[in-house]
């Protein structure tokens, strides 16, 4: 019989997505209701959407305090972060377009701080094709292969900081991702990308911003001996502002950053082959990372099973996960590998 060490890479690869797929069928046919996948996934999204509503409706008649209201929040949205990823591979309801359409825009509204899931797909699956490679623009947009630093930081903390803080990196990017797009499909392509964040996003980024300008503001001005001095529609707004803050914004800046913190360091970059599914990701799960986890679904720990088997829903990912990390250990598969912060995110040794 022979070894992992035996076998070639795309025999490891096979060994793993039949091993998962099989752990996959197996779980299904001890709970029968796991094949009802249309049923669970609208079932998730009304799980989270009541989580978050009953959170925003407590707080707002003060039954909950905003230390409470913002994590609770924080993780009900990471749920809908998941089903726009199983979404943009036509998990649910491929053959009931109104309602496929009307899940992804119910998670767009849920977490609205990223491009739409109709702009993403078209990225998303472009990352399974040129992950690790310059032509990632998913991964490369979150941070991915840059140096640790405070522009690091701001690029995981803001989608649009990516732009700001890189504009001539980006366009670069963003050129590049467009030659590997069909050529039929470039014009519609790069429409898609410019006008990702309209209008739901730029809603939230412009809230976001007047929050922060408008607290920070007021904090600053009086140790210089200042004081700010705002319109009348601007102190009218804030109340809405605050309270969005609480129950929309700032709970959707922790998830986000929790995501983009771990899949942008369990995302190797630069120095492997786009084909070989071994090396594209690791299982990023170490001890210290519990709170990321917890706003982003368990990400690092299951993301990286995802990679060999695309079609298996999230939350039959976390029900595999421990036969799928055993088989992935066996074939090479890295786990917790932390120098990937330091080598900024290759594979191999580097030095910046």
């Keep these: 019989m022979s070894t992992s060490s035996d076998m070639t890479d795309q025999q490891r690869i096979s060994k793993v997505r039949n091993i998962v797929t099989q752990a ?71 053959k009931t377009p109104w309602a496929h359409h009307l899940m992804l825009a119910l998670v767009w509204l849920a ?31 979150i941070s991915n292969g840059m140096p640790w630093g405070i522009r690091r930081i701001l690029v995981i903390s803001d989608q649009l900081m990516s732009v700001y803080l890189r504009p001539f990196q980006m366009f670069k990017m963003i050129h590049l991702f467009m030659e590997k797009q069909p050529e039929k499909e470039r014009k519609v392509a790069m429409i898609s ?50 309270f969005l803050a ?3 914004i700032i709970p959707n800046f922790i998830r986000s950053f929790s995501l983009q913190f771990v899949s942008s360091n369990m995302h190797y970059y630069g120095d492997i082959d786009p084909r070989d599914v071994i090396k594209q990701t690791q299982v990023l799960n170490p001890w210290w990372m519990v709170p990321f986890q917890l706003f982003c679904c368990n990400f690092g720990s299951t993301h990286a099973i995802h990679h060999f088997v695309v079609k298996e829903p999230f939350y039959i990912r976390q029900l595999t996960s421990k036969t799928a990390h055993k088989v992935m250990k066996e074939v090479g598969v890295r786990f917790n590998d932390i120098g990937t912060f330091k080598r900024m995110n290759r594979w191999n040794d580097y030095k910046v």
Excluded at 65 to 82: D, G, K, R, V, Y
Excluded at 125 to 138: A, Q, R
């Design 246 to 248: 609480v129950i929309w």
């Design 24 to 94: 996959g069928e197996e779980i299904r046919t001890r709970y029968p209701i796991l094949k009802h996948q249309n049923f669970i996934g609208a079932s998730i999204l009304g799980f989270a959407w009541t989580g978050m509503i009953a959170c925003a409706l407590a707080y707002g008649y003060g039954h909950l305090s905003a230390w409470f209201t913002i994590p609770l929040i924080a993780i009900f949205a990471s749920l809908t972060h998941e089903l726009e990823h199983d979404l943009i591979h036509y998990m649910y309801f491929k």
């Design 193 to 242: 990308q410019l006008l990702g964040f309209l209008p739901l996003s730029m809603i939230y980024y412009g809230l976001c911003y007047l929050f922060v300008i408008f607290h920070v503001g007021n904090a600053v001005a009086p140790i210089f001996g200042y004081e700010m001095l705002w319109s009348e529609s601007i102190i009218e707004a804030m109340p809405l502002v605050n």
């Design 111 to 141: 977490r609205p701080n990223t491009i739409s899931p109709w702009a993403r797909r078209r990225m998303h699956l472009h990352h399974h094709k040129y992950s690790g490679t310059e032509y990632d623009l998913e991964e490369r947009g």
